[in-house]
Nanobody, 115 residues
């Protein structure tokens, strides 16, 4: 079992940057995948970025080249650096961990990008 707590969301102007953090309650060293999902009102939750235990990353086309996911195993924390933000990036962002086939979620952090 793992508890996840996100932070770092907020209000930012178009073109700005934010860094989201996801602190885990236990070691993330052997967690298969950790990712950031996002969800807007009435929309399905979608994967924005993911990092494996081996360091391999995946990015949705909509964020590729602008977002960077990283994990700091020593701090049990995963980050999402978001640059060149657009109004369409406005969503609630959720941290997720996949552990032995079971997915865990944080409570979410809201990101609002205004023009």
């Amino acid at each position: 079992q793992v508890r996840l707590v996100e932070s770092g969301g907020g209000l930012v102007q178009t073109g700005g940057s934010l860094r989201l953090s996801c602190a885990a309650s236990r070691s993330i060293f052997n967690i298969d995948f950790m990712g950031w999902y996002r969800q807007g009102p009435g929309n399905q939750r979608e994967l924005a970025a993911q990092v494996s235990s081996g360091g391999s990353t995946y990015y949705a086309d909509s964020v590729k080249g602008r977002f960077t996911i990283s994990r700091d195993n020593a701090k049990n924390t995963v980050y999402l650096q978001m640059n060149s933000l657009k109004p369409e990036d406005t969503d609630v962002y959720f941290c997720s961990a996949l552990v032995r086939g079971r997915r865990y979620w944080g409570q979410g952090t809201r990101v609002t990008v205004f023009s």
